[in-house]
């Protein structure tokens, strides 16, 4: 089932996420979900918030982009609980970056090149690997989602105040996309 995906201002992508245990009601739903919804969605990664639900789950898929990063090809993993490692005396890179969430944005974000990540799949096999390039950039923007961190939380203050109007305009519900989304519930007046 596609889902509608949450934007920017509403509460679920700013709320804890819980860690996941195999007694998760509805996991492997959820996960097919999620599937579903970033591909229909044309996204390479989706974490649970971003679809309402607050735990530490992410798909990512990478495949499409492998005619400019070779080693992405046949690339989807299912992290759920994944914890990353920066390694900092890696270089790092910039690069634009867009999410389902901040529809109609794409801004620089600085990130490290490596990683090393710790993960459960969807059956909780638990994996370790090293991870660089463009992958370790997509690992660290999803699983920020887990951390309730967006990539605009990472642009530099006068690419933030840039965009400041259309981000303000998301939070009040005002929003163009071209799949189904779920804005913040309006403020009460006062
Ligand atoms: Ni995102």
């Not at 097919?32 to 970033?38: A, G, Q, S, Y």
């Not at 660290?140 to 203050?157: A, G, M, N, Y």
Request: aromatic fraction near 6%.
């Amino acid at each position: 089932m596609i889902l509608p995906i949450y934007i920017y201002g509403h509460p679920v992508l700013r709320a804890e996420n819980v860690k996941v245990t195999p007694d998760y009601p509805g996991l492997q739903e959820l996960i097919t979900n999620m599937k579903e919804t970033m591909y229909h969605t044309n996204g390479i990664g989706i974490a649970a918030p971003q679809v309402g639900v607050n735990a530490r789950i992410v798909y990512i898929d990478v495949d499409v982009l492998a005619e400019d990063f070779p080693e992405l090809k046949g690339v989807n993993m299912v992290l759920i609980n994944p914890e990353i490692t920066i390694d900092e005396s890696a270089p790092s890179t910039t690069r634009e970056e867009g999410c389902l969430s901040v529809p109609g944005i794409h801004e620089n974000v600085q990130r490290i090149e490596k990683i090393h990540l710790h993960w459960q799949d969807e059956n909780f096999e638990e994996h370790d690997q090293d991870i660089e390039g463009y992958l370790a950039r997509v690992v660290q923007h999803e699983c920020d989602h887990l951390e309730k961190t967006l990539f605009v939380d990472r642009i530099s203050p006068i690419r933030k105040q840039l965009i400041r109007t259309k981000l303000n305009n998301m939070v009040k519900g005002k929003v163009s996309c071209d799949y189904r989304c779920k804005v913040a519930p309006a403020r009460r007046k006062k």
